[in-house]
Every structure is written in structure tokens, then in C-alpha cells.
């Protein structure tokens, strides 16, 4: 595969662990684009697809990446090695309309996710 300085391959990994590409995009594309390409290639036999860019979140090297973003904004430096795919993560999460926030009971507590990390170790 020649390598074409000012493109970038992107493989686009589900939650189910497969995936959308590679295909190469260039470096002035914004991910508001590659999200419109991710809802237009999503699988027909996948249930619960993006239904619009709104519902599509993309993170690349840890980072959830904006729609003003372009493609080389997200590039890092381990993407120039020669044949290197980059793999972005689709998280979807459908947005909530007006209709669904009135079908919630007025009396319902809104539960809240909390993470706690404990470390347990001897100190010599």
C-alpha cells in the first residue's frame, strides 16, 4: 500500500467488536464527516444504529473527538509509520427527545452511576 502523506487510515470499531474500513480519509476532514460516514455505513442487521451524527461518539487514542475536529487534528505521531491503520471507537448514544423526558414520573430519582477505585498495598 503506498503511503499517502496527507491521509489517514481509519477503521471504525463497534461495540460488538467489529468494524466499519478501513478507508482512508483526508487530513482536512472534519469528524462531524466521519461520523456522517459511520451512520451511512453502519450494518443493516445491527440493532440500536445512530439514527444521526448527533447520536455518534468518536474517541481516538483516549480522547472523545469534537465535530470541528479535523482528521489531521487527531493524528498522532504513530500514524505516520508506513501501512499504520487508525482504529476510532463508536460509542452511540441515542439522544433524548422532549416526548421521551415527559414520559418520566415527576417522583422518579434519577439514579447516578458513581466509580470508586481502591488501591491496596504494602508499604516497605
Do not use: Y
Request: hydrophobic residues 30%.
Amino acid at each position: 500500500m503506498a503511503e499517502v502523506k496527507d491521509q489517514l487510515e481509519i477503521r471504525f470499531r463497534l461495540t460488538d467488536g467489529s468494524d466499519i474500513g478501513p478507508k482512508p480519509f483526508p487530513d482536512a476532514t472534519t469528524v462531524a464527516t466521519l461520523k456522517e460516514t459511520v451512520v451511512a455505513q453502519w450494518p443493516k442487521d445491527k440493532e440500536n444504529g445512530p439514527k444521526t451524527v448527533k447520536d455518534v461518539k468518536l474517541i481516538s487514542a483516549g480522547r472523545i473527538l469534537e465535530n470541528n475536529k479535523t482528521v489531521g487534528d487527531c493524528r498522532s505521531p504513530v500514524c505516520n509509520l508506513s501501512g499504520a491503520v487508525t482504529t476510532m471507537h463508536v460509542i452511540i448514544q441515542h439522544q433524548v427527545t422532549e416526548k421521551e423526558k415527559k414520559k418520566k414520573p415527576k417522583g422518579e430519582v434519577k439514579k447516578q452511576n458513581k466509580c470508586v477505585c481502591l488501591c491496596f498495598g504494602a508499604r516497605c
